[in-house]
């Protein structure tokens, strides 16, 4: 049998910041944290000022705020935390289903956006994603951001950052930008895995893209995420 790894040192963990206004989901997310010998908890809040507050205190490797608090919302938190350390790493919890507050955050600069019924699935993925400097959009609400889908998808200018992209390729990388995975991509297209893996690299190189945070502000650029149903 296997030995377990053992914890990490305390100065290795992820510190890591919540903030929910619902006793019951802040105690739950708490309980995830602490399961996780990678993270350590450096503080909480259940307001919007309490937590915009000590998120700039504790400097943490992760902030994760609901959407919805008293006295502040989660929104104005996270551009006020933003705008006081442009380089933090914030995750967003919310109820909200609906593609206008995601495309707003991400705009922000927000690296997480998770619905609060996933949490329990999805919030360490998460944390982790974000705090290695990736997007992590939770998948129920990823999908939405396609908007009016693949067939409507035209290139207009020769100058265009896209011009030299395939159809094909095109359709892959806007799949791919709202957090679809490759066997998705490839049941929606009717192609093989492989092939879409294929596209995407290829378009991926042609942009000159590295990772998919750069995908994603892409994708906001060129108005893909616009035409979702607000």
């Not at 309490?50 to 992760?62: G, S, Y």
Request: aromatic share 4%; hydrophobic share 40%.
């Amino acid at each position: 049998m296997d030995a377990k790894s053992p914890n990490p040192p305390h100065g290795s963990r992820l510190r890591i910041f919540l903030a929910d206004d619902h006793p019951i989901v802040l105690s739950g997310m708490k309980m995830l944290v602490a399961e996780d010998p990678e993270l350590e908890l450096v503080g909480e809040a259940n307001d919007g000022p309490k937590a915009l507050r000590r998120a700039i205190e504790l400097r943490p490797d992760v902030a994760v705020f609901d959407l919805s608090m008293p006295g502040m919302n989660g929104i104005d938190v996270t551009e006020k935390y933003l705008e006081a350390q442009p380089k933090a790493r914030v995750l967003v919890l919310s109820v909200h289903e609906d593609g206008a507050y995601l495309r707003r955050l991400l705009k922000m600069g927000v690296g997480g956006y998770i619905l609060k019924r996933s949490a329990t699935d999805e919030l360490i993925r998460g944390i982790h994603a974000v705090a290695a400097g990736g997007l992590y959009l939770d998948p129920a609400i990823a999908g939405r951001a396609i908007g009016r889908g693949v067939q409507q998808v035209s290139i207009d200018s020769e100058t265009s950052p896209i011009s030299e992209l395939s159809t094909r390729e095109l359709e892959v990388l806007r799949l791919a930008s709202v957090g679809h995975s490759n066997k998705v991509i490839s049941a929606k297209l009717q192609v093989g895995s492989k092939s879409v893996e294929t596209y995407k690299a290829r378009a991926m190189d042609k942009l000159g893209f590295t990772n998919r945070v750069e995908l994603i502000r892409f994708a906001l650029s060129m108005g893909w995420l616009e035409s979702a149903e607000p």
